[in-house]
């Protein structure tokens, strides 16, 4: 509460125009909650987000900023609303969400960065791939693909996104295309302005295992090498020290790692997979882990004659994880 009055403080005098410490605030803002974001329950981080945004549309609309000045407090606008937008998404309200997104989307063209427009693209792919809406969330991948000008890791996020999207749709082929370009766009990558931001700004080779996996179970394949991946992916992703452990991308690994076995036919081993998410208290449970969770359920063999203990179990204990909604500040 100190710091956030030392800053309005510094907000307020710095009255005339906009000074340095005035968007040195407002950096600093946006790379806190940019690394946060994927490591801490959304409620923790809400009210500075929301406020962090506030700040910079207020600064923008003041017209007190000199012209690289505005252009930067539009590039963290955007930012800052593409992570408004994750988080309409992570509280189930793709609807939001997507008003949000396009709000980054407009800052991103203002601001005149390619790369954050590509990311907002993606991100529109991401809400409409969880929202069910497979063909929107392809088609806004591959606009993000077509832009072109990115040399950081959102290039190799946005034909992740693709294969996902394809792989509900059913087209083999159109993942295993955008799978070889993602990891063909890997090796030539250098990380840019969003990478150095870190967080949920970077896409990281783990988050591309957990993505190359999820596109193939959703396809129906379980074989040995993909369980290997699967559980290369988990392991990837499970060290809380390496600075892009995200909770959500874990939770989801696991869940996908769950989704291998039991299209090899191991319920007990997919049932161990799965443990660690259903054990997750109830602050961490996003509607995308949710949606995870329930892929799992979906996913468990009808059979009463075999497994029919665990299998009953799991799809009991499944059905009763719910997404957490709280009442977070407007």
């Not at 005149?112 to 907002?120: F, K, M, W």
Request: proline share 6%; aromatic share 6%; net charge negative.
């Amino acid at each position: 509460m100190a710091a956030r009055r030392a800053m309005e403080f510094t907000l307020g005098a710095e009255n005339r125009q906009v000074g340095e410490e005035t968007l040195g605030f407002l950096r600093d803002e946006v790379s806190r909650i940019a690394q946060e974001y994927p490591r801490v329950p959304l409620p923790e981080l809400w009210e500075d987000l929301a406020q962090a945004q506030d700040d910079a549309f207020r600064l923008i609309e003041g017209g007190r900023a000199r012209p690289t000045q505005a252009r930067e407090l539009l590039r963290m606008a955007a930012i800052l609303s593409f992570m408004m937008a994750k988080g309409s998404h992570d509280m189930g309200d793709p609807a939001t969400a997507r008003m949000q997104a396009r709000t980054a989307g407009f800052c991103a063209r203002e601001a005149e960065e390619p790369a954050l427009v590509a990311l907002v693209d993606g991100l529109k792919s991401l809400i409409a791939y969880w929202a069910g809406q497979p063909e929107d969330a392809l088609h806004f991948a591959r606009q993000g693909a077509a832009a072109g000008h990115q040399s950081g890791s959102v290039s190799v996020w946005l034909p992740g996104l693709e294969a996902r999207a394809a792989a509900v749709l059913g087209d083999a082929e159109a993942v295993q295309e955008a799978t070889v370009r993602a990891e063909r766009l890997r090796e030539a990558i250098s990380p840019d302005a969003l990478d150095e931001l870190g967080g949920m700004l970077t896409y990281s080779l783990p988050k591309q295992r957990y993505y190359h996996v999820e596109a193939a179970v959703l396809l129906g394949q379980g074989d040995d090498r993909l369980g290997r991946l699967a559980e290369e992916a988990v392991k990837g992703l499970s060290d809380k020290d390496d600075p892009n452990w995200a909770f959500g991308d874990l939770a989801g690994s696991q869940c996908n790692l769950a989704l291998v076995r039991l299209n090899g036919g191991d319920l007990e081993a997919a049932a161990d997979a799965v443990r660690p998410v259903l054990d997750l208290p109830p602050s961490y449970r996003n509607a995308g882990i949710v949606t995870s969770v329930h892929r799992v359920r979906n996913a468990l063999p009808t059979d009463p004659l075999r497994d029919a203990a665990i299998g009953r179990e799991l799809h009991e204990e499944i059905g009763l994880y719910k997404p957490n909604r709280p009442a977070l500040p407007r």
